[in-house]
């Protein structure tokens, strides 16, 4: 039984003192694959490392997170053109838009989201979409693509039933993690009514440690508990899970 983790920050500080004793547990664990999604320029080198180390299991990303588009937006996209250039990215992101902590640069966040999703066209590859307090300004950007190539997944889907649909109607996976085992995660209430099909799992680690962890650094390994608590939710195997969100990661990545 194997899973894969459709975002998770191996190269986060949370993990420089244990990274290794980290990835030997997520692979004990069952989860083979993980894509990783950037940040921003100063991540680069630390994603190109663990990639050099787990060059069968990492699948790199490539992005701009909207939490850290600030003054210097137009050196940051211009490193990201580079970037995508020169490596082989699997997706565009994390991109999107964060009015959570601060809504100074929210112009330059839709900007940033545009350009980046252009590149993704560009470069036929999917993008991995970020989301706080911003679905309505998220789904105005996405349906200027309607009807392109536009694929990929809505990271940390925390919509209602409607924002799901519109999110699957625009082509885009619903990226489930820690937040379906939470008591007040509400996601839970409604995702037997969206087909397994649409469904991927992902930990967003070292943030959103599923229950028993809630609170705790996240790391992959916890990646089964939220497949057991989909498998729960749709009332199917847990290997049934771990089989179809795969097969469902690998009709978005093409990996």
């Not at 998220?138 to 694929?151: I, N, S």
Request: aromatic share 10%.
């Amino acid at each position: 039984m194997n899973f894969t983790d459709t975002h998770t920050h191996l190269y986060s500080e949370a993990f420089q003192d244990d990274q290794k004793a980290m990835m030997e547990r997520a692979i004990a664990a069952g989860v083979d694959r993980f894509f990783v999604p950037a940040i921003d320029s100063t991540y680069t080198d630390a994603m190109l490392e663990l990639k050099k180390n787990y060059p069968e299991q990492v699948f790199l990303m490539c992005g701009l997170h909207p939490t850290h588009v600030k003054e210097n937006v137009a050196s940051e996209l211009q490193h990201i053109k580079e970037m995508l250039a020169q490596h082989d990215y699997v997706a565009v992101g994390e991109i999107g838009v964060d009015l959570y902590w601060d809504q100074t640069f929210k112009q330059q966040q839709l900007e940033a989201f545009h350009t980046q999703i252009q590149w993704s066209l560009d470069k036929k590859l999917p993008i991995a979409i970020h989301c706080r307090d911003a679905f309505d300004e998220v789904f105005e950007v996405l349906e200027d693509y309607r009807g392109t190539a536009l694929k990929g997944i809505f990271h940390c889907f925390t919509g209602d039933l409607a924002q799901a649909h519109q999110a699957i109607d625009l082509n885009l996976k619903l990226g489930i993690g820690g937040v379906a085992t939470f008591k007040n995660g509400k996601i839970d209430q409604f995702l037997n009514e969206i087909a397994l099909k649409h469904i991927v799992l992902e930990t967003d680690a070292p943030y959103l440690a599923p229950v028993p962890y809630r609170g705790k650094r996240n790391e992959s390994a916890y990646l089964p508990l939220v497949a057991a608590k989909l498998a729960e939710i749709y009332n199917v195997s847990i290997e049934d899970i771990a089989r179809q969100t795969t097969l469902n990661s690998c009709e978005v990545f093409g990996v």
